[in-house]
C-alpha cells in the first residue's frame, strides 16, 4: 500500500524528493553444515562456525610482546577483505579433517540464498511506513499539493475492498486497517492555523464582550466590528502584489490588526454617541464623526505602517507587516464610511421600529 502511495506522490504535480523509508531488497546467505559429511572429515559443526566467525568478523588470539612497545600487541586474525567478500571465496577456506587432509567449506555446508528482514518502524507504539516529499514550483504551501494527493489516495483501492481512511490531526486508533496518517510539515502547518484560528474567535468574543460592557448595547458592537473583514481588502492583494504568501505570521498580524481596526471604530462610535447627547440630528452627527476623526485614525494606521516597515523584507516576519501595514490602511479608509453608515442604518431603523 506504502508502494501504491509513493507512486501517487510521484505522479502529483509540486512534489518533488519522494522517498520512502522502506529498505530495498538486500540479499542473505545462509550456510548450514551438512553434519553427515562434516561427520565423516571428523570435523565439528562448532569448527566450522569458529572458522567462518574468524574469517569474517576476526579473533583475537594472543599477544605479542615486542622490545620496544611498553605494553603487548593484541594479535587479530582474520582473512583480508578481498578474500572474504564473497560467498565462493567463503567455500574456499579449508578445515583440517581428523585423517590429516584439508576439507573445503565448499563440502561442508550448504548455502541457501533469501532476503534479509525489512526494518519496521514504530510511532506511538504502531507500526508505520514513512511515505515523504516536498513542495516546489509556483505553489510552495503544502495545501494545495495535499487537496490534490488526498483526492488521489482516496480512489487507490486495496486487495480487501475497503477505502483507506485519511487521518490530518489524530491517528487512527486501531491498527486492524490500513489507515493514512499526514505528518510533517503539513502537520504544524494545520495545526498552527487551526490554533491561530480559535485565538482569533476567543479574540472577537472578548472585544464583543468589551464593547457590550461600554455601549450597553448589543447590536451597536456588531457595526463596530464589521471593519474587521474589511482589512482582508487590503491584506490579500498585498501578499499578491509582494509576492508573498499567506504564512502565519500573516494570520498573527491580522489578528492584532483586528484591535486596532475596533479601536477606530469605537473612536466613531463614541463620538456620534456624544453628539447626539448634544442634540445634533443623527445624519449630521455620522457625518462629523467621519470627519472630525479621521485624523487621529489616519495617524494610528501612519505609526503602524512606519513601524511594521522595518520587518517588511525579513524572510520570517514579513507576512505580519504586510497584514499589519495594508489592513490598517484598508480598514482605515474603509471603516471611516462603513462604520457611520451602519450606524446611521441602524440607528434610523431602531427609531422606525420604535414609532410602530
Do not use: C
Not at 506522490?9 to 519522494?18: H, Q, R
Not at 572458522?51 to 612497545?69: I, Q, T
Not at 506511538?124 to 511506513?129: I, T, Y
Not at 490500513?178 to 479574540?203: M, N, P, Q, S
Amino acid at each position: 500500500m506504502a508502494e501504491d502511495v509513493l507512486k501517487t506522490f510521484e505522479n502529483t504535480p509540486g512534489v518533488v524528493d519522494v522517498d520512502w523509508y522502506v529498505e530495498d531488497k538486500q540479499p542473505k546467505y545462509t550456510l548450514s553444515v551438512d553434519k553427515e559429511k562434516a561427520a565423516l572429515s571428523g570435523i565439528s559443526t562448532g569448527e566450522v562456525a569458529s572458522a567462518l566467525k574468524v574469517a569474517l568478523g576476526g579473533k583475537k588470539v594472543g599477544l605479542a610482546h615486542l622490545p620496544r612497545e611498553r605494553e603487548d600487541v593484541p594479535i587479530f586474525l582474520q582473512l583480508p577483505r578481498p578474500e572474504r567478500s564473497s560467498i565462493p571465496d567463503l567455500q574456499e577456506i579449508s578445515l583440517p579433517s581428523a585423517r590429516g587432509e584439508m576439507a573445503p567449506l565448499a563440502e561442508l555446508v550448504k548455502v541457501s540464498a533469501g532476503e534479509r528482514e525489512r526494518n519496521i518502524y514504530h510511532k506511538n507504539l504502531k507500526p508505520v511506513v514513512y511515505v515523504t516529499g516536498d513542495v516546489a514550483g509556483a505553489e510552495e504551501s503544502p495545501v494545495y499539493a495535499i487537496m490534490r494527493l488526498k483526492k488521489a489516495i482516496k480512489e487507490l483501492r486495496i486487495p480487501e475492498g475497503y477505502e483507506i481512511k485519511q487521518y490530518f490531526a489524530n491517528q487512527p486508533f486501531l491498527t486492524d486497517r490500513l489507515a493514512l496518517k499526514w505528518d510533517g510539515e503539513w502537520h504544524i502547518t494545520y495545526e498552527v492555523f487551526r490554533d491561530l484560528g480559535l485565538a482569533f474567535a476567543a479574540v472577537l468574543i472578548i472585544i464583543y464582550i468589551l464593547v457590550v460592557g461600554w455601549f450597553r448595547s448589543f447590536t451597536l458592537p456588531l457595526i463596530i466590528m464589521a471593519p474587521i473583514p474589511l482589512s482582508l481588502i487590503g491584506i490579500i492583494p498585498a501578499h499578491a502584489l509582494m509576492g508573498a504568501f499567506f504564512t502565519a505570521t500573516s494570520m498573527i498580524g491580522f489578528i492584532a490588526g483586528a484591535g486596532i481596526v475596533v479601536r477606530n471604530s469605537i473612536i466613531l462610535g463614541d463620538f456620534i454617541e456624544m453628539r447626539l447627547k448634544e442634540g445634533i440630528p443623527l445624519d449630521r452627527a455620522v457625518v462629523d464623526a467621519g470627519a472630525t476623526r479621521f485624523r487621529p485614525m489616519l495617524l494610528t494606521a501612519m505609526a503602524v505602517t512606519v513601524g511594521a516597515s522595518v520587518i517588511l523584507f525579513d524572510p520570517i516576519f514579513q507576512g505580519l507587516a504586510i497584514s499589519l501595514m495594508a489592513g490598517e490602511v484598508a480598514s482605515t479608509l474603509f471603516s471611516r464610511m462603513v462604520v457611520p453608515i451602519l450606524y446611521y442604518l441602524g440607528k434610523r431603523g431602531w427609531k422606525d421600529r420604535n414609532k410602530r
